[in-house]
């Protein structure tokens, strides 16, 4: 059971665009994170958000979090070759704080 | 560099072969987690400890599957008789449970495994 759906699932834009990856769920997370993960590595953490309505901004990147905390979304601005990647945003549920990912968001951002 | 670790990074086994994976957390995280990738997936939760207690395994954790964390620190994971759908990347992440509850989860570069 997918309990995380990210969309769109692949997104390739020019170089100086916005975009906006979205992650909901039915279900309500204690906290979500966002990741961005490159071929042959292992996922790299960009922010938590724990707050229902919480928005985070990291330079480019603004995170929101929803105010029922099922959802999340993540924009990026002005984007750039060194953005693409696969984004994954992750729920956190119980009390042992496993990881429910997401499908994932695979990026590429042409020059 | 005083991420997480994990050895050996790449690992091509025959089918029916033992392998094992290393994992060495963050320094002083107290709780470390294994999850599977395979291609165009999210990770998957497989099992997590606690200092040296392992609290949780999923059920995509059959009895070919071993995991250790002897001491609390370092985790080890094993595959028995190897399959060729157990070829995926296998990662390892560590965090400190705070006060307030929150878990960041920090992870490895991976173990990529391939069952010839």
């Known amino acids: 059971t997918q309990l995380l759906e990210q969309s769109p699932q692949f997104l390739s834009i020019q170089e100086g665009e916005n975009l906006t990856v979205y992650c909901n769920s039915s279900?309500?997370?204690?906290?979500l994170q966002w990741y961005r993960q490159e071929p042959g590595e292992g996922p790299v953490l960009l922010v938590t958000?724990?707050?229902?309505?919480e928005v985070k901004k990291l330079k480019r990147l603004t995170f929101q979090f929803g105010d029922a905390r099922k959802d999340s979304s993540l924009h990026i601005t002005a984007a750039q070759p060194g953005d693409t990647g696969l984004y994954l945003c992750a729920g956190d549920r119980g009390a042992t704080n496993k990881l429910i990912f997401g499908t994932g968001t695979l990026l590429a951002v042409q020059p | 560099d005083t991420g997480v670790s994990q050895n050996p990074r790449h690992k091509i086994t025959k089918r029916g072969q033992n392998v094992t994976f290393r994992c060495d957390p963050i320094?002083?995280?107290?709780?470390l987690y294994w999850y599977r990738q395979t291609l165009g997936q999210g990770p998957e939760f497989l099992t997590y400890f606690q200092n040296e207690a392992q609290l949780e395994k999923s059920r995509l954790l059959s009895d070919r599957f071993s995991a250790e964390r002897p001491k609390g620190s370092f985790s080890t994971l094993e595959i028995q008789r190897t399959e060729q759908g157990d070829s995926a990347m296998y990662l390892c992440?560590?965090?400190?449970?705070?006060?307030?509850?929150?878990?960041?989860?920090?992870f490895g570069p991976g173990t990529r495994l391939t069952v010839l």
């Open positions: 320094s002083e995280h107290n709780r």
């Open positions: 279900s309500v997370f204690s906290s």
């Open positions: 992440a560590s965090s400190l449970l705070s006060s307030g509850g929150t878990d960041t989860q920090y």
């Open positions: 958000v724990v707050t229902g309505g």
